[in-house]
């Protein structure tokens, strides 16, 4: 069974920080781009950053860039989001998906590029 399992969501206050964990079975993300999209109910996917297949390149939405990180540790097949200053707009769900072309030379910005997996994790930001 294919699963990309997302931790690490919860509520904070404005301010603070919180580490998604994004850890893959019965797939492998070697090979792969790798994002964390976010939605917000009413809202449309966003992707807030992706990573290249090697590690090469990140890409953040303008909102997120200087405050969120995304890193991939491929041997253990896993993708991180590290969040600092969050504010209350970052609240949405978020989920680590994968890229559904392998080896791509670019990383794509349109959710519709990835495959998700998961079931997304909650973050919540309060004022």
């Known amino acids: 069974q294919v699963t990309l399992v997302e931790s690490g969501g919860g509520l904070v206050q404005a301010g603070g920080s919180l580490r998604l964990t994004c850890a893959a079975s019965?797939?492998?993300?070697?090979?792969?781009?790798m994002a964390w999209i976010r939605q917000d109910p009413g809202k449309e996917r966003e992707l807030v950053g992706g990573?290249?297949?090697?590690?090469?390149?990140?890409k953040y939405t303008d909102s997120v860039k200087g405050r969120f990180t995304i890193s991939r540790d491929d041997a253990k097949d896993t993708v991180t989001l590290q969040m600092n200053s969050l504010q209350p707009n970052d609240t949405a769900v978020y989920s680590c998906?994968?890229?559904?072309?392998?080896?791509?030379?670019?990383?794509?910005?349109?959710?519709?590029?990835?495959?998700?997996w998961g079931q997304g994790t909650q973050v919540t930001v309060s004022p």
């Open positions: 998906a994968r890229d559904r072309q392998r080896r791509r030379s670019w990383i794509s910005t349109a959710p519709a590029s990835y495959s998700f």
């Open positions: 019965g797939v492998s993300v070697d090979h792969w781009g």
């Open positions: 990573i290249k297949w090697d590690s090469g390149s990140t």
